[in-house]
């Protein structure tokens, strides 16, 4: 919808929103200086990012956040993001509304440009304030698929997110874009497919386009028409089948992700790992060292399948890994027998772990040799 949206969320039905993510105005836009592209500018993102009194502020917080509250079903949630400019204002609002605060996290960015005054500590977090309608009625929150996405500990309110790349700006420019892969994380936390989510300031509609990729319903609104454009753009894209996964793929992986290892077991060898616990890998050979693929230090889970079939998935009972030889895993009974060493991994193996989306194991580069995949290719859009 494009307009301004303390007039249009009124054409929007009561009670018919599932969560709202809302980047409002930091009202940051005052002259300011910080760097862009490796460049000293001015701090200007639009007239609409202009500071007003804080009289201003106030009531036009206060106002959106109490058009929201109605729109949200019962057990709805709202996340807004702001910094120290207007994230306070907001939490005011929040609490003089009748909201319950449940978290604010705090979203840490693994890339952020230096500060150029050199006269404060570096600016590189944005907080994000999650919030519920009501006091008393229980709110959604998918913890199971967060923790999985955190390696299988509960996720902190701590997000390590990169700002947005350039992948994710190919139909044009925003200047205060978010990245995809933090509307992800939020979208799959407080909703489920087929849900419905609202964006009241949703500038290059990266929440809508997250909402899409994981098949959720939409709703944004947004009063400047470059911005509607630049949108439906991003929307037009994702019809073409390759860019939808490409960017599907890329949102939900993050460059620091837990990663599972997929690995092959002969089946006598399996049924042994799953009594004992334990499972192992070539610590090298003439093909390449397992030891060196990228994801092996953020190892957080095991897949055992023999051939493709039977894939279980178990949490490592600890990081890391011991390097065994052949002889020690023949003595209680497994059949190492093609290298000298192993790099031996333990898991639980009463803890099997449910997931929702299996990796094809059944492709041949998945069989026989080892292989690590990110957790979220075993998680997804359900
Ligand atoms: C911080 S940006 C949101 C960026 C967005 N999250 C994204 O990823 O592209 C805020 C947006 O809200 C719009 N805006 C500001 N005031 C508005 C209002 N009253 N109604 C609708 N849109 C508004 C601005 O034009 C701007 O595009």
């Not at 949206?5 to 018919?16: G, P, T, V, W």
């Not at 089946?267 to 799953?274: I, L, S, T, V």
């Not at 095991?302 to 390097?323: E, M, S, W, Y």
């Amino acid at each position: 919808m494009q307009g301004d949206c303390m007039k249009r969320l009124s054409e929007i039905a009561d009670n018919s929103i599932d969560t709202i993510f809302a980047d409002p105005p930091y009202f940051l836009s005052n002259g300011g200086i910080s760097v862009h592209s490796g460049k000293q500018v001015c701090v200007d993102k639009g007239d609409w990012d202009k500071g007003g009194t804080p009289e201003y502020i106030y009531e036009f917080n206060r106002r959106w956040l109490g058009l929201c509250r109605t729109k949200l079903r019962d057990n709805g949630t709202i996340w807004i993001s702001g910094t120290h400019h207007n994230i306070h204002v907001v939490m005011r609002c929040l609490q003089e509304l009748g909201y319950k605060v449940l978290n604010t996290i705090t979203w840490q960015k693994s890339d952020p440009p230096p500060n150029l005054s050199c006269r404060y500590f570096n600016f590189s977090t944005e907080l994000i304030i999650w919030a519920r309608k009501s006091e008393k009625k229980p709110h959604k929150f998918n913890y199971e698929k967060m923790k999985m996405l955190n390696g299988g500990q509960q996720m902190t309110d701590v997000w390590r997110i990169p700002a947005v790349s350039s992948w994710e700006k190919l139909e044009g420019k925003h200047p205060t874009q978010k990245p995809l892969r933090l509307l992800y994380r939020i979208i799959l936390a407080a909703t489920d497919e087929g849900d419905t989510v609202l964006d009241p300031f949703s500038g290059s509609g990266t929440t809508g386009i997250a909402a899409n990729l994981l098949g959720r319903k939409y709703i944004g609104i947004e009063q400047e028409s470059e911005f509607v454009q630049l949108s439906m753009r991003r929307r037009q894209a994702l019809e073409d089948e390759a860019s939808r996964k490409t960017l599907y793929d890329k949102m939900r992986t993050l460059p620091e992700e837990t990663t599972v290892l997929v690995n092959h077991m002969r089946e006598a060898d399996r049924e042994n790992a799953m009594r004992t616990g334990i499972t192992y890998v070539r610590a090298g050979d003439s093909k390449g060292s397992l030891l060196v693929k990228e994801g092996f230090e953020r190892l957080g889970y095991v897949c055992l399948h023999t051939n493709g079939d039977n894939p279980t998935l178990f949490k490592l009972a600890r990081k890391g890994f011991q390097i065994w030889t052949a002889e020690a895993l023949r003595e209680i009974g497994f059949s190492a027998e093609n290298a000298p060493y192993y790099a031996v991994l333990r898991f639980e193996p009463t803890s099997q772990v449910a997931y929702d989306q299996p990796v094809n194991l059944r492709k041949r580069q998945y069989t026989q040799v080892p292989h690590i995949q990110p957790i979220s290719d075993f998680i997804g859009l359900k």
